[in-house]
């Protein structure tokens, strides 16, 4: 099953994504890999899901932002590379989570991302991932993800020189046979 009706069956529809509001880019491709920038669990309408583990949000609502930013980190996958159809495999995640000094379950949460992913993409979408704790971190949101994804390369039509010249060395081929 194609990877956006996968997750339009799950109810979830990918919308552009904003740009990022500092200096940075959304993505980064090298190669067939994209590196993409830290996510947050932004809502549709704007606002961002907050909280700190260990004092006001759950681990479970953590992990539903932990999900929320998946799906906003595929969003910029896809604009950047068109259709997610070409995610060979998730590489890494790197997740930070924002916590108390004693809280230390940072994996739990992160959990929310990759198992979501492990359902969109199968075992591509299971991956290397850290998760580390910090005190302090934009708006309060309970974790920011940075995600490397291989990509299949795209395929090209020949251009129309690269035609002619195999359409040259095709027939300089046949005339030198019937010489010879």
């Known amino acids: 099953m194609k990877i956006e009706a996968k997750l339009k069956k799950m109810g979830i529809e990918l919308k552009p994504s ?5 200096s940075f880019i959304g993505c980064r491709q090298v190669g067939n890999l994209v590196w993409v920038s830290g996510h947050g669990p932004r809502r549709a ?13 759950s681990i479970p609502a953590a992990q539903d932002a932990a999900k929320l930013v998946a799906i906003n980190m595929l969003q910029t996958l896809k604009g950047h590379i068109g259709d997610l159809d070409r995610v060979k495999q998730i590489v890494k995640l790197l997740c930070l989570v924002n916590s108390t000094p004693d809280f230390r379950q940072q994996p739990l949460v992160a959990n929310g991302a990759s198992d979501f992913l492990h359902e969109v993409f199968g075992e591509a979408g299971r991956h290397a991932r850290s998760s580390v704790g910090i005190t302090s971190v934009f708006e309060n949101i309970p974790i920011e993800i940075e995600m490397i994804v291989e990509v299949t390369p795209v395929r090209r039509a020949p251009s129309a020189t690269a035609r002619l010249r195999r ?12 010489t010879a």
């Open 45 to 57: 309408d704007g606002t961002w899901v907050s909280g700190r583990l260990g004092e006001g949000i």
């Open 167 to 178: 359409s040259a060395a095709a027939a300089s081929k046949k005339t030198s046979r019937r």
């Open 18 to 22: 904003p740009k990022p509001a500092f």
